[in-house]
């Protein structure tokens, strides 16, 4: 239940969503001073978080720096979440924007700082179908030339709750000794990594694929910018997860 109600209430925090309800209001309402209140909320929302500089300066303040692991390091795992696939029309898969996890990944196989990879994630999606995030993702792997020894997958969580539950007994099943690098999108990690920490995985953060807070300031940065919509949910998804997640748990 708690997993369908995460996925259908979701909509309603998006900053398009509110500008929708707005307008809705201001076409509705039969006061010339609801109207005029409807229409001028309506803008400022979308000023708001149509505006990439405030999405920078918060994305700085909600996101950990970029982390560098010490040449000579040894980790006995990665764990990779998943959330950078989506399933085609065949079910079978294809990169995301958020690709970079996989990269980070596999550069610290490669760099020979972790000896095996884990790849978390199933199907996210309220339509059941059969495709499974991580068992496409060990078909690219192996594309690279990673031995199936060193590919760990779990493929049957739908959240990030789950990605910590389920990759726990996947790596006590491998008898993998803690800490494990986690690898996710900074947008995201400081609720994985809390979660993780919380599920009794002791976890060392790698955050990746940074989409705001990090390049300088452009004076185009103040003017309304569609994308930044869609950014801000991300966002506020990640945050009001962060604090539903705590409050579910009594953890403050």
């Known amino acids: 239940m708690f997993f369908i109600l995460s996925k259908l209430l979701v909509y309603f925090i998006f900053p398009l969503t509110w500008i929708l309800i707005l307008l809705i209001g201001c076409l509705l309402s039969k006061s010339a001073k609801r109207k005029k209140g409807f229409l001028v909320s309506a803008i400022l929302v979308f000023l708001l978080f149509s505006n990439a500089w405030l999405l920078n300066q918060f994305a700085r303040v909600w996101e950990p720096e970029p982390k560098s692991i010490p040449a000579g390091t040894k980790y006995s795992c990665v764990i990779i979440l998943g959330g ?38 199933g199907n996210g999606s309220l339509l059941k179908h059969a495709f499974r995030e991580s ?6 792997l192996l594309a690279f030339g990673i031995p199936d020894s060193a590919i760990l997958i779990e493929n049957d969580s739908r959240n990030t709750l789950e990605n910590a539950a389920f990759s726990k007994r996947v790596l006590d099943s491998a008898g993998l000794k803690a800490p494990y690098v986690l690898v996710t999108s900074a947008f995201h990690m400081p609720r994985s990594e809390w979660i993780f920490n919380k599920e009794g995985l002791n976890v060392v953060p790698y955050p990746c694929n940074y989409f705001a807070g990090r390049g300088k300031f452009n004076p185009a940065d103040l003017l309304p910018q569609a994308h930044v919509l869609d950014l801000w949910f991300l966002y506020i998804k990640e945050a009001v997860g962060y604090y539903a997640y705590k409050i ?5």
Not at 105 to 120: F, P, R, S, W
Not at 135 to 140: L, Y
Request: charged share 20%; no cysteine.
């Open 84 to 121: 950078f696939v989506a399933a085609d029309r065949n079910d079978s898969g294809y990169f995301t924007l958020a690709a970079d996890r996989f990269i980070q990944g596999v550069k610290l196989y490669e760099m020979g700082i972790v000896n095996h990879i884990l790849v978390t994630g």
């Open 248 to 252: 579910k748990t009594g953890s403050r």
């Open 135 to 140: 068992k496409w993702v060990k078909t690219q």
